[in-house]
């Protein structure tokens, strides 16, 4: 039974693609989501001190906390019983740690549609999520979202001429 499902959110719209997704099936279960984001601690290699750092850090976390807020408004307003949490740490980490912690039944999440080199320099959180999640996984992969985006906008343009 599906009761708790955890959806991650980066800010970015590509992330936000699995919201429809999760909202369908919070509504078909009666299942609660847990919106989720990760701030990643900041490498620096500069002259700045620490009171800079902790600035830029505090900047992330307020702004962070503001769209996870704004995501759980509108959901809220749809009729979704929604909350959210703000992590700190390794993104995939953080997020199968906090799914185990929460006992979450499923989580739900887009790719980046990474591949070639920027995959191997920066991996892939979905896999590394796929491989240890205490549960399972839903993604939604953005690169089939684009492509479906582009062929709807073809036959809206056909439509409307």
Known sequence: MIKRIMVTLD??????????YAIELAQKFDA???LIRV??????????GATTYQSLISMEEKEANTYLRATQHELQQIGVRVHYKLLEGSVADAIIDQAIRDEVDLIVMSTHGRSGL?????????TKILEHAPC???LVRVQHAR??????????????A
């Open 147 to 160: 492509q479906e985006e582009s062929s709807h906008s073809d036959e809206t343009k056909a439509v409307a």
């Open 32 to 34: 609660e989501i847990e």
């Open 39 to 48: 701030v990643q601690p900041i490498i620096m290699m500069s002259d700045f």
């Open 11 to 20: 800010g970015s719209e590509f992330a936000e693609r699995a919201l429809p």
């Open 136 to 138: 399972p996984v839903f």
């Open 118 to 126: 920027s995959r191997w320099i920066y991996g892939s959180v979905a």
